[in-house]
């Protein structure tokens, strides 16, 4: 772990890498915020021209988490083309892949205890992250009755509980450690029972 050079105004950025940084390395609780300083290169006092402690600076790496999570699960949705089943597909390996490529943001989002309501910045963020997944919700469950059609938003925390459940257990450390499946196919077929379950799609389509 090397330390980050800082120039004069850019400290708030400087302190959010260098918290992003320790974050993937020792989790969330595993540092104070002078070790981010002294990564940053800035004395152990400078953090508080920005940040009231720690926890304000994992909000801040959380909401920078929700906002590139938010852009990569809209553009892998791509208006549900060119079907909702795909576009379901091409998102559920978007989410594997910003928890892989980003643990530091992930972390900061799930496993810290910061509420997504901690600021109107960290909601708004966080609702356009879950809006993608009900969308995809209401394409799909268009194959179906008005009357048969799950609440869009139950079927898009079923499918955010199935990704995140798959991304903590056998996305991380090494591939088919916990399963001789890698996480890609544990999320396909998973969604695919899912939706088999609920009569969106026939055993003929995966």
Do not use: C
């Amino acid at each position: 772990m090397s330390k980050r050079g800082y120039h004069h105004g850019n400290l708030r950025e400087a302190l959010i890498d260098a918290t992003l940084e320790l974050i993937a390395e020792k989790g969330p609780f595993g540092f104070t915020l002078a070790e981010a300083a002294k990564l940053a290169g800035v004395s152990a006092a400078a953090p508080y021209r920005h940040f009231a402690g720690r926890e304000e600076v994992i909000e801040a790496v959380a909401l920078q988490g929700y906002e590139l999570f938010a852009d990569l699960l809209d553009y892998a949705w791509d208006d549900g083309k060119p079907s909702p089943l795909r576009a379901l597909e091409s998102v559920g390996r978007a989410y594997l892949a910003f928890a892989r490529k980003h643990p530091g943001h992930y972390i900061a989002m799930f496993e810290s205890g910061v509420s997504p309501g901690a600021s109107p910045e960290l909601s708004l963020a966080a609702e356009r992250a879950r809006q993608v997944l009900i969308r995809a919700a209401e394409a799909l469950s268009a194959r179906l009755p008005p009357g048969r059609r799950p609440p869009p938003s139950m079927f898009a925390a079923h499918i955010w509980a199935l990704s995140h459940g798959i991304v903590e257990l056998f996305a991380r450390g090494k591939p088919g450690a916990r399963a001789p499946f890698t996480a890609d196919e544990l999320l396909e077929s998973g969604v695919g029972i899912y939706l088999r379950g609920l009569g969106l799609i026939g055993t003929d389509e995966s």
